[in-house]
DNA sequence: ACCTGAACACCGTTCAAGT
DNA sequence: ACCTGAACACCGTTCAAGT
């Protein structure tokens, strides 16, 4: 089934341009552009195939015989090169900063395929092999090894990474204004008494914040949030380290 | 255009039971049982009516003019209803691990609607208000008020759920073979020169961590990488507390 | 109020056939 | 090797009409 596409992985990855001068890399590009700007939703091989003036079975040809493969693609194509090992800081903490805010602003400027993110990440093996690398490396400077290394592995990638996938979630296809009305409502109509906290907070929470907003994060992004998120969890990490005798701090 | 729906939320939640028996509650119960057995791919409102034994409009009717409010409805009833302001523990670190390893729990018994939670967490209002309530009375016991407790919101529920998300995220609806092959040979083809941290960890990373497994979730918990994610949370959020003097650890 | 029956405008994917 | 043209089996959603 996949026949055709693992046949065309062995070979020179790009090839010389086709007949029409059809790629990989133009449908890939040109994929992330429709997503850009219709949404994933408004999203369609077809609407794909009409956009590079080709017939859909074209684009199957090339790509493979599935949809998600394209996706796969896509999400490695924004996710990877984010770094190179020769880039890390001396500083441990320093190079996950850098790193994970390269992160957010890569997924920022398409925050529509932020969906296919957090579904496809597991899928794209050598692209991303830099960023596993300087994640390792730097949890090794901290202190880890072995299966605790391995989990905050799992914690620093699962964490951040599901952040942006959460802040740049999809907002309503909808008309907009009707879910900001119905959200508006049901804050208002909030028991005041059951939950003080949040009406204490609700001014500051408003559509600011996870589970009160009615946008997503490229309407309105959680940056304090993320920042939180990243300075606690190396905060975390160096506390919790095996080797707690790091000099610095 | 969500006239109807709006009317229906003014009244009572359920409403007696119609001609048929059918219910916004069966429908949404049906539809999770449907996402369950058959993965959110295979999932659509006219194979949900045919399980219903019922015609496509009449789903319509019921849930609102767009699949997305049904699927708003599913994201809320599960990760509803996890925990009670009753139930708090009196030390908030322990109140915070045992909330968010409910809702992994919640969210591990439905896997293959995580997709929607990372996408539609932001819809559902006062189901999740007691979870809102119970973060932010959390972070407040942890020393925390005015913006910097909202952004430490934001770091916890982003962070979790968003983990949550990814671990669960769709697995190829592919043959699983070929994909664990491909991924499996592509790991195999990795340039150790330059990748000697990744080389050292495959044993013990191999489908078992963040981007370099194949299975989600559901086939391979990630559960060490959860477990570290909160204790570094947790003591990252202590460290970091505007109040420092936590007489406790 | 609740549901049927049918229709509209789309999809993803496959496959023979062309060049 | 690369692409056309057409086909198959589906979708989501709407709308008049029934009871």
């Known amino acids: 089934m996949v026949a055709k596409a693992k046949a065309r992985r062995g070979k020179a990855p790009v090839g ?5 001068g059809l790629t990989r890399d133009r449908i890939v590009d040109a994929a992330i552009a429709l997503i850009d ?11 794909l195939s009409r956009a590079l003036g080709v017939y859909p079975a074209t684009i199957y040809w090339h790509v493979g015989n599935a949809k998600e493969y394209l996706f796969a693609e896509i999400a490695a194509a924004i996710t990877s090169n984010l770094m190179t090992v020769d880039e890390m800081h001396a500083d441990w903490r320093e190079t996950l900063r850098i790193l ?10 398409h925050p529509n395929v932020a969906q296919l993110l957090g579904a496809e990440l597991k899928s794209n093996g050598p692209p991303n092999a830099p960023m596993v690398e300087i994640v390792l ?3 090794k400077q901290a202190g880890y090894s072995g299966q605790p290394l391995v989990d905050a592995f799992n914690a620093v990638i699962g964490g951040l990474a599901g952040y942006v996938t959460m802040e740049f979630g999809p907002a309503p296809p909808d008309g907009e204004g009707e879910w900001a009305q119905i959200m508006s409502e049901r804050l208002d109509a909030l028991d005041v008494e059951a939950f003080p906290a949040i009406a204490e907070y609700m001014p500051l929470m ?28 190396i905060a975390g990490l160096e506390h919790r380290s095996p080797k707690r005798m790091s000099g610095d701090r």
């Open 16 to 20: 010389r341009p086709a007949q029409i």
């Open 37 to 47: 700007e219709k949404g994933l939703a408004g999203f369609s091989m077809r609407e």
């Open 100 to 109: 994970f805010h390269r992160y957010r602003d890569a997924v920022g400027k």
């Open 206 to 233: 408003r559509n600011k914040s996870f589970v009160l907003r009615w946008q997503n994060g490229s309407s309105v992004p959680l940056t304090g949030g993320y920042d939180c998120l990243i300075e606690s969890l």
């Open 137 to 139: 490396r730097t949890l």
